[in-house]
């Protein structure tokens, strides 16, 4: 993995409580998980987006493929 050099300043108080949450880690790690858990937090928030449409309609509603409630009952009781 290509490491870039990040030069900023950020909050002295969260700084030392992410210090002291993991005090055998580095700034570098400390920065590299923030960033992992903030992109992950990202990419979370875009699939529960996505799942979104499910939430518009009942599951009892059927359509021209039938309804999501018979479909979610036939396939957990195989």
Do not use: C, N
């Not at 570098?28 to 992109?39: C, G, I, S, T």
């Not at 518009?56 to 018979?70: I, N, Q, T």
Request: charged residues 30%; proline residues 1%; glycine residues 4%.
């Amino acid at each position: 993995m290509t490491r870039v050099r990040v030069s900023t300043t950020v909050d002295e108080g969260l700084l030392a409580a992410a210090r002291q949450a993991l005090s055998d880690a580095t700034d570098a790690k400390l920065l590299d998980e923030a960033l992992r858990a903030l992109v992950q937090r990202h990419r979370a928030a875009e699939i529960d987006e996505g799942y979104a449409a499910y939430d518009e309609r009942p599951l009892d509603e059927a359509d021209v493929w039938g309804d999501l409630a018979s479909f979610r009952a036939a396939a957990s009781s195989t």
